[in-house]
Structure formats: C-alpha cells, structure tokens
C-alpha cells in the first residue's frame, strides 16, 4: 500500500500492551502524535529519544479537536 503522508518523528513514550504498541511521538510542525500499531508490525525494537519515519494513508489519519 502506498503512503499518502509521510512525517519524520521522534520516539517520546511507549507502552507495550500485548498484541499492540502504543507510541507518543513528537513530530516538527505537527507536535506530539499518539500512535497504536500491531506489535507484529513493528519491524524494530523502538526505544524513547530514536528517531522514526511515521507514514500511513490518508483515509488512516483521526485528527482530535484539543479541549
């Protein structure tokens, strides 16, 4: 599947919760980014502070409006 968006980030937080990895990030003009994905998925072993390549389609994208 092509990505539509595509945004380099850096790894602030995680939690492991069985089948699916549950990530705080924070990306340059998008701010933090909350971001849960299959464990199976994850091609590495993501640590706070690395740096990663976040992309996904367009239709896959929830915006939240802030309180």
């Known amino acids: ?9 850096e790894i602030v937080s ?5 089948s699916a990895l549950h990530l705080v990030l924070k990306a340059a003009g998008l701010g933090e ?11 590495t072993s993501p640590e706070p502070g ?4 976040l992309s996904w389609s367009a239709d896959a994208a ?6």
């Open 1 to 9: 599947a092509q990505a539509d968006n595509a945004v380099a980030a």
């Open 62 to 67: 929830t915006r939240v409006a802030e309180d």
């Open 50 to 53: 690395a740096s990663v390549w």
């Open 33 to 43: 980014l909350t971001l849960t994905t299959p464990t199976w998925r994850a091609q």
């Open 14 to 18: 995680l939690s492991y919760a069985g």
